[in-house]
């Protein structure tokens, strides 16, 4: 029985094997065949090369590199962006394995960098290239493209800086109108209170002379009647006094 248990074993592991080596020859059939494509500016076709390399063995960071400047080259920019992401998320151990890993991170950075200048993504750009510059110092590429970025980030942000001045003075300016169109608002419905005040006090005033005046009316009337009621009685005296005479 233990005889039979190992021979088992041995069979798996045999299958195992088979099978991990089939999948490397089709993964590196496929990245082959994928960067003579490449070459000859098949980028559509290559993609679909690279892909197949990636379904065989999908940790693979040499397809998913390959996948991502296939990508780049048709301007498919967010999708080339998340291979790279791919295998710079593997870095570390890239780095570990071999040396020669550290030029193609590099590369990959320095396409991340040029993903973010396309989409005017600037800091991520500076971010891209100087993480480039770190695996590869000698790029003079790089370090012009992150000279570049740099400028084109501070331009930006002045820019920025800018607009929102120019937003903040509108904003205040819109303010100042408002407060404008308010104090003349109120200003006009103080006139117009101020003018009823005066319009009121003018009839008040109006009214107490109109009040005045009859009331000097009547008292000359009353005088008048008053006098009139005298020269009567004074008259009516004296016939009183002529007719005494008479008899």
């Given at each position: 029985?233990k005889?039979?248990?190992?021979?088992?074993?041995?069979?798996?592991?045999l299958?195992?094997?088979?099978?991990?080596?089939?999948?490397?020859?089709a993964e590196?059939k496929?990245?082959?065949?994928?960067?003579?494509?490449y070459i000859?500016?098949?980028?559509?076709?290559?993609?679909?090369?690279?892909r197949?390399s990636?379904?065989?063995?999908?940790?693979s960071?040499?397809?998913a590199?390959?996948?991502?400047?296939?990508?780049y080259?048709?301007?498919?920019?967010?999708?080339?962006a998340?291979?790279?992401?791919?295998?710079a998320?593997?870095?570390?151990?890239?780095?570990e394995?071999?040396?020669?890993?550290?030029?193609?991170?590099?590369?990959?950075?320095h396409?991340?960098?040029?993903?973010?200048?396309?989409?005017?993504?600037?800091?991520?750009s500076?971010?891209?290239?100087?993480q480039?510059l770190?695996?590869?110092?000698?790029?003079?590429e790089t370090r012009?493209?992150?000279?570049?970025?740099?400028?084109?980030?501070?331009?930006?942000?002045?820019?920025?800086?800018?607009?929102?001045d120019d937003k903040?003075k509108?904003?205040?300016?819109?303010?100042?109108?408002?407060d404008?169109?308010e104090q003349?608002q109120q200003q006009?419905?103080?006139?117009?209170?101020?003018n009823?005040?005066?319009?009121e006090?003018?009839?008040?005033?109006?009214?107490s002379k109109?009040?005045?005046?009859?009331?000097?009316?009547?008292?000359?009337?009353?005088?008048?009647?008053?006098?009139?009621?005298?020269?009567?009685?004074q008259?009516?005296?004296?016939?009183?006094?002529?007719t005494?005479k008479?008899?």
């Amino acid at each position: 029985m233990k005889g039979m248990h190992k021979s088992i074993i041995g069979l798996i592991f045999l299958l195992i094997c088979s099978t991990t080596v089939f999948g490397q020859k089709a993964e590196r059939k496929n990245i082959r065949e994928g960067n003579k494509l490449y070459i000859n500016k098949k980028f559509t076709e290559s993609e679909i090369a690279y892909r197949k390399s990636i379904e065989v063995n999908p940790r693979s960071v040499e397809g998913a590199y390959n996948l991502g400047n296939a990508l780049y080259q048709q301007g498919k920019f967010p999708e080339a962006a998340e291979q790279y992401q791919l295998v710079a998320s593997q870095g570390k151990r890239l780095l570990e394995e071999k040396a020669e890993n550290r030029e193609r991170l590099a590369q990959v950075f320095h396409n991340l960098g040029n993903i973010g200048m396309k989409n005017k993504d600037y800091a991520k750009s500076v971010e891209a290239y100087r993480q480039s510059l770190r695996l590869n110092s000698r790029d003079d590429e790089t370090r012009y493209n992150l000279a570049l970025a740099q400028k084109l980030l501070q331009n930006q942000q002045q820019e920025q800086d800018k607009s929102q001045d120019d937003k903040n003075k509108d904003q205040e300016k819109d303010q100042n109108k408002d407060d404008k169109q308010e104090q003349e608002q109120q200003q006009q419905q103080d006139d117009k209170k101020e003018n009823k005040t005066q319009q009121e006090q003018q009839q008040q005033e109006q009214m107490s002379k109109d009040n005045a005046q009859q009331m000097l009316d009547a008292f000359l009337q009353d005088e008048k009647n008053t006098q009139e009621k005298v020269k009567k009685a004074q008259a009516k005296q004296q016939q009183s006094r002529k007719t005494d005479k008479q008899w």
